[in-house]
């Protein structure tokens, strides 16, 4: 090709060669997998589905205002369960992450060994904790909290390993340098660099598990999920909507107050 | 005696909240917010005892974890949770992208803006298990309840994050190729495309990691895939094959995480 009549191309061939094999390959994977599904589906009660789910709507209303008073119990008991179960993991994140991250980790088994348990926690949703736990300590809001901050522990210490990661070691040694004890040295240089980050995260994580803990309640771990599976085991639709509409404020609420909160800490 | 004078002004950490009085007041409310609620818990220590001498039991076996008595069904469950997560995420992505245009506020009309908007706020805020319940009464058990809940899932968190990043995209380079007289799909292809696919890749990538796990909760309650399998056995009480289930899992959400970040780099 001469110099002359060179077009510019956004991609050259060979690349425009490999992404119609990438997509080729994707599509088949879809191909296989939606076969699978469909395989494994009762149609009919799909074509229905539509119908069904209207219907549904239609037994909700009118919804069972009064059973708003009910409520107010359990949703204190699922913010109790997120709030308490965030405050564990954060307590028990410091420790993670201290051991976790390259920098301060004292030994490299014990890091290996705190990588593992972010990605045990990480791996294993609440819900699935809370069945444990409910199996273990009995059903009520003490299963729900320890089952949220499980799961909880992973995420804050991974994001927190990762920033003690990144802190600058200038303001470690300078600490240092005025002979300051190891553990001086951590809480003047170290914490000030990642407390930000941390506040939001932690805050983040509060939000996510508001979320989380509305379904704990559903084995039994404390929580509206209780109500909520009542609700629907009974075919109580006008309770039912009830609580969803309880849960959608109950998250906006908890959005708004991590945005403001987050806002002024940092 | 440290005295308040210049001369020996001893330096203190700054605190978090400045104003004296508003520190003593939020830290109190705070203090009182946590007893009031360890007196609320209701601890039935009785029951904590005996759960724990009972569960000596289920910890000796999930310290054994049991893969092949129940390992046709754990690879079935696993195969499931994998093609409802795959068909889930290409749904996820393909209708999230109308909405993410609908969420930008730079580029989108008001009525559409506040329809998409609500639309992501709907599936952002109810955790996958509730919406799992509600496909499982609609259309049966199965794993078609479990793409439709993960499909739902995903257009919230997708659109969301595209959202956010059309709405950060540089003007100046849309406009560098309006002046060239680029039509509308080449100004899509050439000005807007290039500047959101290497975070939109990321955060398909993410979603499919994201929807892997939650493809073993949503079981619990019907919607198909590993937590079937998973909740099965926990009901029978087979700790050890609940434990081999768990590892496996843990196994995979590693290999996503290592694929992931592969797949990362390489948009770089």
Known sequence: MSKKDYNWQLKSTLRILKEILFWAAGIWLFIYCWNIISA?????????????GSKLLMRMFPPNWPYFIDLLRPIWDTITIATLGTLAAILLSLFVAFLAAENTSPHPLLRQLALLIIVTSRSVSSLIWAIILVIILGPGVLAGIIAISLRSVGFVSKLLYESIE??????????EATGASKFSALIYSVVPQVFPSFVGTAVYRWDIN????????????????????????????????????MILSLVLFSELFSAKIRKTLI | MLTESSGNYSWQRPHLIKNKNKRAIIYLLAAAYIIFTFISLKIDSQRIILGLSRSQKYFADFLRPDFISRWNSIVDGILESLTMTYVATVFGIIISIPFAFGAA?????????????????????????VIA????????????????TLTFSSIGFLSKLLAEEIEDIDWTQVEAVKATGASWPQLMTYAILPQILPRFIGLSVYRLDINFRASAVIGVVGAGGIGTTLNAAFDRYEFDSA??????????????????????????
Request: proline fraction near 4%; glycine fraction near 8%.
């Open chain 1, 40 to 52: 494994r589906t009762i149609w009919p009660f799909v074509y229905d589905g539509a119908e069904q």
């Open chain 1, 210 to 245: 508001i979320r989380e803990s509305t379904v704990v309640g559903l084995v039994g771990a404390g929580g509206i999920g209780l109500q909520l599976n009542e609700a629907i085991l009974g075919l109580k639709w006008p309770d039912a909507i009830i609580i969803f509409m």
């Open chain 2, 133 to 148: 319940i509600f496909f499982v009464v609609v259309i049966g058990f199965g794993p078609m309840a479990g793409v439709l």
């Open chain 2, 105 to 129: 506020e730079n580029i989108s009309p008001k009525p559409i803006y506040y329809l998409s908007r609500a639309v992501i706020v709907i599936s952002r805020s109810f955790q996958e298990v």
């Open chain 1, 166 to 175: 990144e802190i600058d070691r200038e303001q470690v040694e300078a600490v």
């Open chain 2, 243 to 268: 434990s081999a289930i768990l590892i496996v899992m843990i196994a995979i959400v590693l290999l996503g995480e290592l694929f992931s970040s592969f797949i990362r780099k390489k948009i770089k």
